[in-house]
């Protein structure tokens, strides 16, 4: 499995940020780690073995990228304001840098659009990103996502926090050039039961039902009540839905 590691310092973040890119070839995968995470944390927690015989066919690459989750929603010291700020940067950082820089080194042809996954906080940022610009991305799996923002900045709400709280703009949106491409996209969410899961399930299931409201489809898959907050069920998860998405050859005389 070839990777090659990158770093710049961003123009919206002003500081350096790190990637890392899994493949050659197949499905561009945009990849955001748990709350607070690091690019490497989804090599070193298994995901990436998880994906690698996918990787090493041809189907898919990812792209691990870091959170700056602790200087944005995460950020008790500062007010909620400036915390949405700060995330709408990182949003900028996303859209702006990394996914043109992605698509010029990974060779992505004009119409090539890329898919998201995102674990936890993760799983937020991928939800978010897929809805708030569908033009880029039709695929996003998102695991245990934490959705509602409210956990880290209560009431607050200005028009920045606003438009990245998919809970609160999805219910209000009929702009029909959005929700065509919601519905011809892939939308995977899925949660456990067990500990530190029943917000994450939840918030999942209300999606689901919000998305539905809309006509657009999503996969909600919830697992059982063993299935915890934890990375053995997200690799676990991981398999499962690679396995559904980008099924592997038949061996030779199946």
Known sequence: ?????FQWDSKFLQQEMSLRVYGDTGKLILAFPTENGRYYDLENFGIIGVAQEYIDEGKLQIAAIDSCD???WLNHAIHPEERAQRYDNYVRYVISEVVPFLRKEQSLQPDETMGLLGISLGGYHALNLFFRFPDLFDLVLSLSGKLR???YIGDYMDETVYYNAPMHYLKNLTDEKYLDKYRESQ??????????????????????????KKKVRSWLDIWGYD????WKWWRNQCEYFLEQ???LNEPDGA
């Open 1 to 5: 499995m070839n990777s090659k590691e």
């Open 245 to 247: 998405l980008f099924p």
């Open 187 to 212: 939308i995977i969410i899925c949660a456990g039961q067990g500990k530190w899961e029943e917000e994450m399930a939840q918030d999942a299931m209300e999606l689901q039902m919000l998305l539905r």
């Open 70 to 72: 602790s200087e944005n």
């Open 227 to 230: 299935v915890d907050h934890d």
């Open 149 to 151: 923002l409210e956990q």
